[in-house]
């Protein structure tokens, strides 16, 4: 079974940058797709970000050419790298990882906030 591990998030002032890594238990080469949602205070969960076996990347508009999602397969770890952050970003994020097209793991979630 599958376990994800999410860390790197803090409290960032606005227009700053940081960098979340979710690390795998098992080989991240095999998963069928691997992304980030998040979830602000009373608002929905929203795809951030996820990425396929072969890299290519889907972003949400409002995050384009800001963040980045990235994996190493080495490692065993997905990233999404924030850059230019904004007030409305801060939410708990979640990394997630697709073993097959009908499972779907959750990592437990790592607090963004961004705040002057």
């Known amino acids: 079974q599958v376990q994800l591990v999410e860390s790197g998030g803090g409290l960032v002032q606005p227009g700053g940058s940081l960098r979340l890594s979710c690390a795998s238990s098992?080989?991240?080469?095999?998963?069928?797709?691997m992304g980030w949602y998040r979830q602000a205070p009373g608002k929905q969960r929203e795809l951030v970000a996820e990425?396929?076996?072969?890299?290519?990347?889907n972003l949400a508009d409002s995050v384009k050419g800001r963040f980045t999602i990235s994996k190493d397969n080495t490692e065993n770890t997905l990233y999404l790298q924030m850059n230019s952050l904004k007030p409305e970003d801060t939410a708990v994020y979640y990394c997630?990882?697709?073993?097959?097209?009908?499972?779907?793991?959750w990592g437990q979630g790592t607090s963004v906030t961004v705040s002057a």
């Open positions: 098992t080989r991240i080469s095999t998963m069928y797709v």
């Open positions: 990425i396929s076996p072969g890299g290519r990347t």
């Open positions: 997630f990882a697709d073993p097959n097209p009908t499972l779907r793991t």
